[in-house]
């Protein structure tokens, strides 16, 4: 597609489940970003992939959340035994370069946990 | 540490009325880039601008305006003659120079343009 494709754009988990958010990026894109985005506020930086390598996981709030870029195109946010406070808007953003360019964001997956 | 403080939650205006956006940023580095995005109700952030940190020269697109100065560590952003689909949240947002670009968002500002 044109750009960057989330999803499900909306997921419903019960506290302790575990989730797989997938993003699809820009055909092409070297660089690749996971954000989250906590109601009423902006998005904070989650991790960042050049191709298949995860170059940055500092923004990961903890070890429950992993992301993953097997083939260095489609990526996946999973986070196991979700909680309350997982609940947020989580936005995958893509540039075509891995230095400073345009990034080009999704939708987001709106994830909602019960 | 690296900040960008956006203290308008909210604005409301009249469409036709100018309206600005303040952006105020904190970094310890001298080479740096600044971004505005918009995120409209479907959720995606939209790019509109980027500059770096030695271009100070204002920039003007259409309706929209970009006042950097480095003097006061403000990136200010203005529309001119708003519009209602101008309606949506703009952030303000920082990166570093010599890396990849991972962005320190501002809060943002819900700009709400009355018809």
């Known amino acids: 597609g044109a750009g960057v494709s989330q999803s499900p754009r909306y997921k419903v988990a019960k506290r302790g489940q575990d989730v797989a958010l997938r993003c699809d990026p820009i055909?092409?894109?070297?660089?690749l970003f996971w954000y989250q985005q906590a109601l009423g506020q902006g998005p904070e930086f989650l991790t960042y992939?050049?191709?298949?390598?995860?170059?940055?996981k500092s923004g990961l709030p903890s070890d429950r959340f992993f992301a993953e870029r097997p083939e260095g195109s489609v990526s996946t946010l999973k986070i196991q035994r979700t909680q309350q406070e997982d609940s947020a808007v989580y936005l995958c953003?893509?540039?075509?370069?891995?230095?400073?360019?345009?990034?080009?964001f999704g939708q987001g997956t709106r994830l909602t946990v019960v | 540490a690296q900040k960008v403080t956006q203290a308008q939650t909210e604005i409301s205006v009249v469409e036709k009325e100018d309206v600005t956006l303040d952006c105020v940023y904190e970094?310890?580095?001298?080479?740096?880039?600044l971004f505005w995005y918009k995120q409209p109700p479907s959720g995606e952030l939209v790019f509109l601008i980027r500059r770096n940190s030695f271009d100070e020269q204002n920039e003007i697109s259409g309706r929209y305006s970009w006042n950097f100065q480095k003097s006061t560590s403000s990136f200010n952003f203005t529309i001119t003659a708003s519009q209602v689909v101008d309606s949506a949240v703009y952030f303000c947002a920082l990166s570093e120079a010599g890396g990849y670009n991972k962005l320190i968002f501002g809060a943002g500002t819900r700009l709400a343009v009355h018809p």
């Open positions: 055909s092409g894109h070297v660089s």
């Open positions: 970094t310890r580095d001298t080479t740096y880039y």
């Open positions: 953003a893509s540039t075509r370069t891995g230095g400073i360019g345009e990034a080009f």
């Open positions: 992939f050049q191709n298949e390598a995860q170059l940055d």
